[in-house]
C-alpha cells in the first residue's frame, strides 16, 4: 500500500510536469497536493516497516519529535491545499470568465506559500511547547509512529496548555478549512440551480467529484482523529 501510494502520487507528478496542458492552476495546486501526499506517508510508514522487520520498536527522544513535527506539518498542508483547491474549483465555476485573471500565477503562489507558512507555525507551536515538557519513567507508546496525544499522556508535566492549543489549532486548521470548502461548493451548487442543464451538472460534477471524494475521506478521516485526540488528552 505504502509503495502504491507513492508511485501514484508520483506518477500524478510526472504526467502534470510532460504534460504542457496541464499546466493551470488546477493542476498546479493537485501536483503539490502529490508530492505532500508522498511526503506525509513516507513520515510514519517505512519507520513502520522497519520496525516490523527489525522486530526493535524503539525510537530516539529526538527521531519521535521530528517524525511528530513532520507529521502535523504534512497533515496541515493537505488541509491547506484543499481548501485552495475548493476555492480554485468555485472561481473555474462561478467565474469562468475571470479565471485566468482571477487565479494568476502570483495570487498561486501565494496561496502555496501561505499553507506552507501557516502549517509550519502550527506544527511548531505544538513541537516547542512538547519539549518543554517533562516526562515519566514509562516511556511506551500504544502506536506505531509518535502521536502528539500519546506523547502528551506520559508526560508528567502540565499539559493544559498545549491542550489549549491543540483546541485552537484544531479549530484554525480543520474547522475553518472545512467551512470554507462547504462555503465554496454552496456557491458553486447555488450558481448551477441559478441555470440548471444537464451539461452543466455533468461539468461540474467531472470538475468537483474527485475533489469532493478526496475531501469526504479526509476531514472524515482527521474528525475521527481529532476527537479520539481530545478524548486521550482528557
Known amino acids: 500500500?505504502?509503495?502504491?501510494?507513492?508511485?501514484?502520487?508520483?506518477?500524478?507528478?510526472?504526467?502534470?510536469?510532460?504534460?504542457?496542458?496541464?499546466?493551470?492552476?488546477?493542476?498546479?495546486?493537485?501536483?503539490?497536493?502529490a508530492l505532500t501526499e508522498v511526503s506525509f506517508s513516507f513520515v510514519t510508514i517505512p519507520k513502520m516497516v522497519i520496525n516490523m522487520q527489525t522486530q526493535d520498536q524503539s525510537i530516539p527522544y529526538a527521531g519521535c519529535i521530528a517524525q511528530m513535527y513532520f507529521?502535523?506539518?504534512?497533515?496541515?498542508?493537505?488541509?491547506?491545499?484543499?481548501?485552495v483547491m475548493a476555492y480554485d474549483r468555485y472561481v473555474a465555476i462561478c467565474h469562468p470568465l475571470h479565471y485566468t485573471a482571477i487565479m494568476r500565477e502570483g495570487l498561486c503562489m501565494f496561496l502555496l506559500a501561505g499553507s506552507w507558512l501557516l502549517s509550519c507555525v502550527s506544527a511548531l507551536s505544538h513541537t516547542i511547547l512538547l519539549a518543554q515538557l517533562s516526562f515519566c519513567v514509562d516511556n511506551i507508546i500504544p502506536h506505531f509512529f509518535c502521536d502528539l496525544a500519546a506523547l502528551l499522556k506520559l508526560s508528567c508535566s502540565d499539559t493544559s496548555l498545549n491542550e489549549l492549543v491543540i483546541f485552537t489549532a484544531g479549530t484554525a486548521v480543520v474547522i475553518l478549512p472545512l467551512s470554507g470548502i462547504l462555503v465554496s461548493y454552496g456557491l458553486i451548487g447555488a450558481s448551477i440551480l441559478r441555470v440548471?442543464?444537464?451539461?452543466?451538472?455533468?461539468?461540474?460534477?467531472?470538475?468537483?467529484?474527485?475533489?469532493?471524494?478526496?475531501?469526504?475521506?479526509?476531514?472524515?478521516?482527521?474528525?475521527?482523529?481529532?476527537?479520539?485526540l481530545i478524548r486521550q488528552v482528557q
Do not use: E
Open 1 to 33: 500500500m505504502y509503495l502504491t501510494t507513492v508511485l501514484g502520487n508520483l506518477l500524478i507528478l510526472l504526467l502534470i510536469r510532460l504534460n504542457p496542458c496541464l499546466h493551470i492552476p488546477m493542476y498546479f495546486f493537485l501536483s503539490h497536493l
Open 71 to 83: 507529521f502535523l506539518l504534512f497533515g496541515c498542508i493537505d488541509d491547506l491545499l484543499l481548501v
Open 196 to 228: 440548471p442543464s444537464t451539461k452543466g451538472l455533468c461539468k461540474a460534477l467531472s470538475s468537483c467529484g474527485s475533489h469532493l471524494s478526496v475531501v469526504f475521506l479526509f476531514y472524515g478521516t482527521i474528525m475521527a482523529l481529532t476527537f479520539h
